[in-house]
Structure formats: C-alpha cells, structure tokens
C-alpha cells in the first residue's frame, strides 16, 4: 500500500514553544515517525507539505491551494491520501473536499489533534492510526474525517453531516451518527448510518469575498448587519432551529433583505419537528433547510458563489 500524506500545519502539526502553539516548520512528519514506530506495517508514506498554517487562518485562496494538490495526488500512484488538518476549521476543509471531489473519489481522510503530538493526551496518533487502517482494510471510496473523542475509539465521519464544535470543546460528532468506528484494529460499521446521496466532483472555486453571513442567535439579537455585499445569510438558530419570529428587529432585517434579493436560510430544522415559531419562515422568505448542518450549507453556498 502507498499513502500519500499531506500536512498543512494546525494542533496537529504544531509544537509547544513560548507559551504558545505553534505551527512546526520542520519537514519531518512526526505523525508517520510514531506510526511506523508502534507498528510493523509495510505501508509506504509519501509525505508533502504544500503549506502550514494554523487552520483558523484558512481563506479560499488556501482551500483552492488543498483542492489542487488533492486532484494532483489522486492522478498519482496512491492507494489514499490523509490530510493532517488544523481542528478549528476542520470541517469546513472536509466539506469543501467532499464537494470538490465527490463521494467516488480514492479515499481521501481528514485528520486533527485536540493537543500537540507531544501531550500525552494528544488524539492525533490515534487519528492517524484509524485513517491509515481505513485506507488499507478498503472500507469505503470518498471523504471522510476521522476523529477520537477519548483517546480509544476513533470515529468516521461523512464531512456533509459534521456539526458544529461546542464551545470549549474538541469533539467532534455527525447529525444522525458516525459513519463506523475503530477500536483495537478493528473498523466496525454502523449498522444505523443513513447513507447519503452520492456526491458528483465540480470544478468551482473558492472566493476570498465570501458574500455570505452568518448569524448565530440570542434573545438580544439586534439585526443591525449591514447587507453590502451580502448574496446570502445563514441563521445558525438554536438547538430546535427556531429563531425569534416574534422580534421586530428581525422582521426589519427580512425586510431588508428581500429588497436587496439577498437569501435567507436556517439550519437545524427537522422534518416532524417544526414548532409554531416557524410559521413565520414562509412570511419572512427565509428557507428552512432540512437535516443539513450549517457549516456544510455555508460551504455549498460559499462554492456556488
């Protein structure tokens, strides 16, 4: 088996220096180094590092830059690629990914780590462990993320269902589950997962001018954003994906909006559990988008720009 690996910098790729996380700028991947040194495998690793950077820094010219060397490296000799990826923004890496090559391509695993590889409590070996054994055990073609939320099992995840980060919190999850887990070697399906429509491959691009907000909510939400530029807005409502339809402030901005044709949409609406508040979508012409999470919206929306 051959693996190219791709590093581009975050927690993954970072050291402890001066108090501060910092991008590691050697070329030796240390990922690759801890594999080969707690398991006799003879996979070949072919290892790049076409930038580095921490990944909340990441802009389109950056996600177009992971895009071409991930098309560069499919056409190679590689059985699969993993991508050592910042956490922050991982998802929107992930995703963008997953449009761009669509669901048939080799398969293509996003890694991250909670701590530098150094911490004892980092999740990056593991990581990298269960995405190198997803790749030689030919689970599946496609996209996917592969991630431990406590150092035992590994998770993988279909990027078109990751969720958002909770606040002070590296976990990562999926609307309706993983897609399978790993634990002592052994990659197990879940038998529960809701298989998605396939993905087609694009060619489109990322734009440093993103035209889109985002707006998340709170009882005291003012609506004052200006709409300059804006081609479309997504609420990231609360929990039940409702929004404060009864604020007049609210009602102004939609106003706003539909005078300048900007679209509006929220994420986190359920089929079956639509609340009362939600009547008022229609009225305001903001679209509710079923069963879709917002950084996945944002991302389609940020593609078809």
């Known amino acids: 088996m051959k693996i190219k690996v791709i590093l581009t910098g975050g927690t993954i790729g970072s050291v402890y220096s001066d ?43 950056i996600l177009n830059n992971l895009i071409g060397e991930l098309k560069k490296s499919l056409n190679e000799d590689c059985d699969g690629i993993i991508v050592a990826h910042g956490t922050d923004t991982l998802q929107y890496s992930a ?11 080799k398969p293509v695993m996003f890694v ?32 996917f993320v592969s991630y431990s939320n406590d150092l ?8 078109v269902r ?11 999850f999926s609307l309706g589950g993983e897609y399978a887990s790993f634990e002592n070697g052994i990659i197990t399906l879940n038998e529960s997962y809701d298989e998605q429509p396939a993905i087609k491959p694009c060619n489109k691009t990322f734009s440093n001018t993103y035209g889109i907000l985002n707006v998340t909510v709170a009882p005291f939400e003012e609506y004052n954003y200006s709409l300059e530029g804006i081609k479309a807005v997504i609420f990231t409502p609360y929990h039940s994906g409702t929004l404060n339809t009864a604020s007049k402030k609210l009602k102004e901005y939609s106003k706003r909006a539909n005078e300048k044709s900007v679209k509006m949409y929220v994420t986190g609406v359920v089929n079956g559990g639509e609340y009362a508040s ?8 903001i679209i509710p988008v079923y069963n879709t999470p917002s950084i996945a919206l944002a991302v389609k929306l940020w593609l078809d720009k």
């Open 19 to 61: 108090g501060y996380i910092t991008p590691n700028l050697s070329n030796e991947c240390v990922l690759v180094k801890n594999y080969k040194n707690n398991h006799n495998s003879d996979t070949e690793f072919v290892v790049e590092k076409p930038y580095t950077i921490l990944s909340e820094n990441l802009s389109g010219d």
């Open 95 to 105: 995703v963008a990914a997953s449009y761009c090559l669509g669901s048939e391509t």
């Open 112 to 143: 991250s780590a909670n701590y530098p590889l150094e911490n004892p409590l980092s999740n990056g070996n593991i990581n990298f462990e269960a995405a190198v054994e997803f790749i030689v055990q030919g689970i599946s073609n496609g996209v």
């Open 152 to 159: 035992k099992t590994a998770q993988f995840h279909n990027p």
């Open 162 to 172: 990751l969720l958002r980060h909770a606040e002070y919190d590296h976990k990562v």
């Open 278 to 285: 939600m009547k008022e979508y229609s009225e305001l012409n």
